[in-house]
T-cell receptor, first 113, second 113 residues
Framework: GENVEQHPSTLSVQEGDSAVIKCTYS??????FPWYKQELGKRPQLIID?????GEKKDQRIAVTLNKTAKHFSLHITETQPEDSAVYFC????????????FGTGTLLAVQP | GAGVSQSPSNKVTEKGKDVELRCDPI?????LYWYRQSLGQGLEFLIY????????KSGLPSDRFSAERTGGSVSTLTIQRTQQEDSAVYLC???????????FGEGSRLTVL
């Protein structure tokens, strides 16, 4: 089945700096890679996703890149703000029998004002 | 309803007791997930329901855990003979199908004394 690894587990940046979170996946048939943000005490919410037919997707200050050959994808946040502080989860969905979504272990991002 | 509803929001029980957690997904969503999130940890996959297909139970940690989804809508996660290590937030999420955005409920926080 699919296995998703995520690094780093914690990340501290100064406000205005960029943050990068990286994930690798095991199932070469995986075709959908979303990122979720979970603020303290709240439910996870989708912030951006990418499908295997594109290499990069951008939405304002956030972008995701996908390298299918290396089986890794990354989240990039530019011009970080204190409200970006949260736990970020990457995920991957395979094309196996049940196509379930498997999450990485999460990255706690702290943006220091 | 407008979103995924879970109940109870908090449950405190004694070791050895059985508990039932309920999830009411967004109307029309054919897929439903249960995840477990221990304090400060990631989203551990438990079980996945997709339409009328047999559920993917590969994430259930032991035979004390079971789940059902009646009529393709409401789902119940049952934990028998609870143990202290079962203490966690149990999150339910629904989606329109494979490769779609997951909408999470607020979660059920289970504390086993």
């Amino acid at each position: 089945g699919e296995n998703v690894e995520q690094h780093p587990s914690t990340l501290s940046v100064q406000e205005g700096d960029s943050a990068v979170i990286k994930c690798t996946y095991s199932d070469s048939a995986s075709n959908y890679f979303p990122w979720y943000k979970q603020e303290l005490g709240k439910r996870p919410q989708l912030i951006i996703d990418i499908r295997s037919n594109v290499g990069e997707k951008k939405d304002q200050r956030i972008a995701v890149t996908l390298n299918k050959t290396a089986k890794h994808f990354s989240l990039h946040i530019t011009e970080t703000q204190p409200e970006d502080s949260a736990v970020y989860f990457c995920a991957a969905i395979g094309r196996g029998a049940t196509n379930k979504l498997i999450f990485g272990t999460g990255t706690l991002l702290a943006v220091q004002p | 309803g407008a979103g995924v509803s879970q109940s109870p929001s908090n449950k405190v029980t004694e070791k050895g007791k059985d508990v039932e957690l309920r999830c009411d997904p967004i109307s029309g969503h054919t897929a439903l997930y249960w995840y477990r999130q221990s304090l400060g940890q990631g989203l551990e996959f438990l079980i996945y329901f997709q339409g009328n297909s047999a559920p993917d139970k590969s994430g259930l940690p032991s035979d004390r855990f079971s789940a059902e989804r009646t009529g393709g809508s409401v789902s119940t996660l049952t934990i028998q003979r609870t143990q202290q290590e079962d203490s966690a937030v149990y999150l339910c999420a629904s989606t329109t199908g494979s490769g779609g955005e997951l909408f999470f409920g607020e979660g059920s926080r289970l504390t086993v004394l």
